[in-house]
């Protein structure tokens, strides 16, 4: 899953309010909102989140990156346990060093999907680990920076439509318990005079064609 079908769609719907979006590595995906210069910004979690509104989005399965040629290379999936007597490549805050760490021989690494499927590279494979931990992407913003077009936006993310929006005024009313009960017994009683009705009708006519007999 990507944002872009998301900014794609605030394009269309906002073009009076175009976003400007920026990719930014792990290590840095919070100093945007903590210095005031982006509005929004979707993180891996955890952060710290105090003083930011969070809306969970999609969970993303970590792999291990290996070499190519490594002998494991070929596995549809892996576990940790599998990885036990593999080194691990010297960690850096640059994913894109770290596969190049990894296609160099140094070890195997453990990113999300998305970090290795943004770094991919012919001479590294990403194998799905089926016992690490997940991670969770979420949309987050400043409390202070809340307003009605930062909710639109939420509101895109989460599918809504324009006229579903959080504070659009044409949205339907709920409607009232007591005045849907209400209805229904109308409706249940008119039901039931129409069939006591038709069985009036019924007798009568059955009545007029014993007398019709008898003559």
Known sequence: MSPAKWLRAWGERRADLPLEAVRVE???????????????????LPIDTDGLNVVPLWEETPVAVLPSEHPLADRATLTLADLDDEPLAPQQPDPAMIVELVAAGTGYAVLPHGVARLHHRKDVVAIPLSDAPITRIALVWRIERDDDDIQEFVAVVRGR???????????????DPKATRAAKRATAQRTTAKQAAAKQSAKRASRARSRRRGR
């Open 26 to 44: 792990q290590h840095e995906q919070a100093d945007g909102l903590a210095s005031g210069d982006v509005d929004l910004a979707f993180v891996r």
């Open 161 to 175: 439509t324009a006229r579903s929006s959080r504070g659009a005024t044409d949205e339907a009313p709920a409607a």
